[in-house]
């Protein structure tokens, strides 16, 4: 029902064929799409959504490269980030290995988030 729902806010767009349904969750994926990026924290959020996109490239045999983007940021409150952005690229380069990758980091300094 859920995938339904969406697809009627795509069913005037061309992007209205590309929803796949991952358990009543939609995801837009292109088979069609050469490069995606995906926003990594390290939470399970990001690395959740980075796995069930890595599945559809796999499972459609698709030439995707994946750029993970990490933010390093939140240095006060979550400096830990950084570290399990990178233990979340290291088991999604281990699992898909059929699947080109690449990684990039972006820090923003505390003094964009605290002002």
Sequence with gaps: MILENVKQLYQHTPYQNILHDVDGVAIPFDPQWRNIAISVSGGADSALLAYLLCELIQ?????????????????????????????????????????????????????????
């Design 59 to 115: 499972k459609n045999k698709c030439d995707t490269t994946v750029h993970i983007v990490s933010h390093i940021r939140c240095w006060k409150t979550r400096p830990w980030q950084k570290y399990n952005s990178l233990d979340v690229y290291t088991v999604l380069i281990a699992k898909f290995k059929n699947i080109r990758f690449v990684r990039h980091e972006n820090f923003l300094p505390p003094d964009f988030e605290w002002g």
